[in-house]
């Protein structure tokens, strides 16, 4: 079989696991290419990856006639073009979420992604790829919990970031609190349940940072949605675990329940001391992903060998982003949202 | 000191709980009577527990001048008249949750009994005594916490006895899922927070039996609530824990959060075989609260003795059932109710 | 049923939980009378626990025609005289452990309890009571876990104890480690396997006071025996446990294995903070066997009323310290020591 | 940086982890030969993992111009031969523990290694780089834990092998359980604390298949050893774990305490269902050591790479097998073993 030649764009701290897992660790894949307007990552790309062409020009990287594919890492308001233009030139992309940051952009992009049906697309949800999260999803769907009735998923960032972020929360937009950190949640809770989000409610609330009001910020939120089939869906993001990474999911149905994640633990290790008895923690997406991020790669290059489609779709890109948006207008007017179910795609 | 003595009214499931600490286990008081229409209730409380006094009439209990105090776990309906009935007759009264049925009914109780100020009154919200509440009611109140920001309470009751709720649920009123279960929950989130709640959107399914439905009641339910400072609180209520007796308390501040029962484990044992490493549950109330029921009780003989209110007064119960129907109000109205603040009482 | 009225010798620490237990808390006994050469003591049991009669001599206290029965819990050295004198005097008896510190004098002392089969003689192995003990006997009991192979057993003070041992260590004699620490440990081997020991062989190390090697006392020590069924067990006795009071039990089966107290959690409370994710625990004998001592109490009583034996007997308390004494032995002879099996007594 | 070539010899279980790593997933190897006697495994070798080269004879593999160094994953009896044979073509070595059955022979060989200075060798004592492993190792070096006193390993095997092991256990000598399944535990006695093991003893049972004790097998095996300085350590060696692979340390000292892998937890998912509250477990040694399998042959080309010789020394499996070998002797003549300090060597 022949090689994958992928270049990247974007080599900032999620860029470089993606490098990596591309240059050293998937068999199968090369990194060829890597595009960046930093010098210091290209210089990276080249020393440490051994990466043969590199770019400042995006468009000039997706003409090269050394790779078959792209792995798009960049700032969320270059994607949909870069998408395009991947496509463009024949180009399998794996592109991280979100797919862009306007729903009208979106549609057209997806619409885009779907006039190229040879080409694979995949989008970086990586917590599908997880094997606690895999574990669950094969109870789930064998029925082992039975018809599910609630779904709960926390996302929160460890404190450790918190006083950095709110340095710059004037500066740059986050794209507010729940597109930010909710959309892993929200993929999570579409993919669980197989059902589409009808009506949310969100609240907000800044006790550790007060001044993140004023910049229209949240510290942490928390929401309540309910699915066309009635289930459930609590979700609590935040900026602020003490402890660390806490991503944690827990589907409850009618025949049992079950946590992924109720506590972020680093390793086997337990630890007996003058604090009681102790599991160490994940501190970071790094860390606590670090295999999802390696098997979602590898699955994008099965898919482009084996010539068919990821099980995360441009479509889930789209709904993700829909409902993140409506989380935060629930904030902003106070109020339910009801979500329209979208026919036209699909 | 003198002994307390105390007539108990209503010796159910939870009535003999109450009944036996009261005559057995609890230094300082003792049964002297019990009201009951059921006889076997009654040969019971004469036979095993030695009780003199029996009576079919809660009215000659309230006047036999052999009791100091009544302690009342009748069914909801009668429990406002029956503390009215007590106070009249200077009896110090303990009172199960809820107070009364009613919001008006129950304003007015709280209205008498805040006019006997001299008798003790204590409603039955013993989660505030088990010990592992207590702990964690003081990392918070000493600031070790933080300030909060969310708060999440589950109390769902084991699957054991949710057939026997379906086949009765046409015929009985439960007072709704919240009223019935969320309660304590309720109770629980004003405690820890110091605050009142202010808007709140319930949801509920019925997925086990869907029959439910047509009878207006549910297994699960969810609910959001903002408090008057902004803390977020959920709620998930539900009559369907497979594994036992799932109450859980969630709190999580700016400086750490934790979990009270997140999972309900029995004791200390662990046990490695053939399901993987399992922890063995508690199964209902009495197993979990039992000694939380024993320390309310002791804390109303010391109230007694020393001539002071416990730390929960009708107030509480007031605001508690006043929670609970705006949760039914919105499941019934699918929309989000708000809370006016009451400032004529307190 | 009339109630029996108990005398105690003895109000330390552990005296101080039986005497409360026996005058406040177990219903059907009463503390009428107390043993003490410290004043102090004899004013707590007059003053906060209404005891009529103090005494200053034991054999004065066992001649009052008001108890019914003793709870000794003086010094170890004094236990095999009082016992005598006590049933002497028709009155059952609760000992603490040991019964006695010299094998001989046990033997004695076991053969004059054995002449009395119309009294009541219960030893202090309050683990037995405990409900997480109580819970993993009855699985081992029933066959759940298949044949026993392994059992272990940790008995580890904390640590906050150790200087003021270590400052007294030249002074007194705990009697040795194994003795003093692992009798306890040495009964449960015997309760869950229902064998005796037939080998031992014991090590022990000071690390954190070499100099407790100067008066040959142990800090921590470590023991493997065979039972006579070639049943493993292997013990593990210390004084510093910094995190507290752990003791925990394993049983290893040929259909599964359990373990009582894996972690010593003090309750259901877990922490997520800068430390990872934390149950705090039990520091202290007090807290974590209250239960059980109030437990054992209320078997003593029983076994009075209903006029039948504890399943705790004197032979199980000759056989702990035959083994303790082994265990000792071995330390001293650097060597496995073999027991004889006792054929006479039983 | 070159890559480095290797040829396997060995294709079985354990051979194709290492295979797959070489071939497919660490960067800088590339697995260029293989030699095997079956058929079947050198078809896999050629047709999945693309491997050029294959043999039937070791010897003919060593000659070839192709390779740089040899993993050798065959049957223990060839060990030896097969590394000195290596060393002489002058090929990098890493070989599966143990390097042989015999300590003259490992002796030998051992000389025979460190005559080559310029080469890699390295033992498969992979567990040294698992990560749970190495965080509790930095925290033993680091002095968090104080001085050690104690150090237990259990090292069990799931019970879904043992029906198997004793069908072949009268026609193959598994070389003893301890030698078969406890040296591993042995190895991270002696990492852990830098120290050696002085006396032994050992016992076995065997309960679930009785005739096992007719071939000189055992299900489970427990031991407890002294090492130099007092340091006590307690082994448990067994065939018979209905929940999995159990493999657990714990580390006792006197500023703390830790344990790894106290339950083998399969992933991050708890359920809660009928059993109870459960963690599912890993079911054996490639998915729970599946990490470490990568990491130590990714070790093992950082060695070759950068000249240098890896934590893992021929030494290292010299003295695990003298330990094994003592114990194995501890069971024969059920008594106590000295090892006398190897002051020649090292």
């Not at 609190?177 to 059902?195: E, G, Q, S």
């Not at 609590?236 to 806490?246: D, Q």
Request: charged content about 25%.
């Amino acid at each position: 079989m022949e090689e994958i030649r992928i270049g990247i764009v974007g080599l900032g701290r999620l860029g470089r696991i993606h490098a990596e897992n591309i240059a050293l660790n998937i068999p199968g894949v090369s990194l060829t290419a890597a595009c960046s307007v930093v010098k210091e990552e290209l210089d990276y790309a080249r020393e440490i990856l051994g990466v043969e062409e590199t770019y400042i020009s995006y468009e000039d990287m997706v003409n090269s006639p050394n790779i078959d594919a792209v792995c798009i890492v960049s700032p969320s308001g270059f994607h949909t073009e870069q998408i395009r233009l991947a496509m463009k030139n024949n180009l399998h992309v794996f592109c991280e979420k979100p797919i862009g940051l306007e729903i009208e952009d979106i549609e057209k992009t997806v619409e885009i992604i779907d006039s190229y049906p040879g080409l694979v697309f995949q989008l970086g949800f990586m917590r599908r790829y997880d094997e606690s999260y895999r574990y669950a999803k094969e109870m789930v769907d064998s029925g082992q919990l039975g018809d599910l009735t609630v779904i709960r998923c926390y996302g929160i960032d460890p404190s450790s970031g918190l006083e950095s972020f709110v340095k710059f929360a004037g500066a740059s937009n986050s794209g507010g609190l729940f597109a930010d950190m909710a959309i892993h949640d929200i993929d999570l809770v579409r993919w669980f349940t197989n059902k589409e989000v009808k009506r949310v409610w969100a609240l907000g609330k800044n006790a550790a940072y007060p001044e993140l009001d004023k910049v229209n910020e949240l510290e942490t939120g928390a929401a309540m949605m309910q699915l066309e089939d009635k289930t459930m869906a609590l979700l609590v993001s935040g900026r602020n675990a003490t402890h660390g990474y806490h991503v944690e999911t827990e589907i409850i149905g009618t025949k049992g329940m079950l946590r992924i994640g109720a506590a972020p633990e680093k390793n086997l290790v337990t630890i007996y001391d003058g604090n009681g008895v102790t599991r160490p923690t994940s501190q970071h997406f790094p860390e606590r992903f670090r295999e999802a991020f390696y098997n979602e790669m590898g699955e994008f290059a099965s898919c482009i060998q084996e010539n068919r489609n990821p099980n995360v779709s441009a479509y889930d890109g789209l709904q993700g982003t829909r409902v993140a948006e409506a989380l935060q207008h629930s904030i902003d007017i106070q109020d339910i949202v009801d979500l329209h179910p979208v026919s036209s795609l699909k």
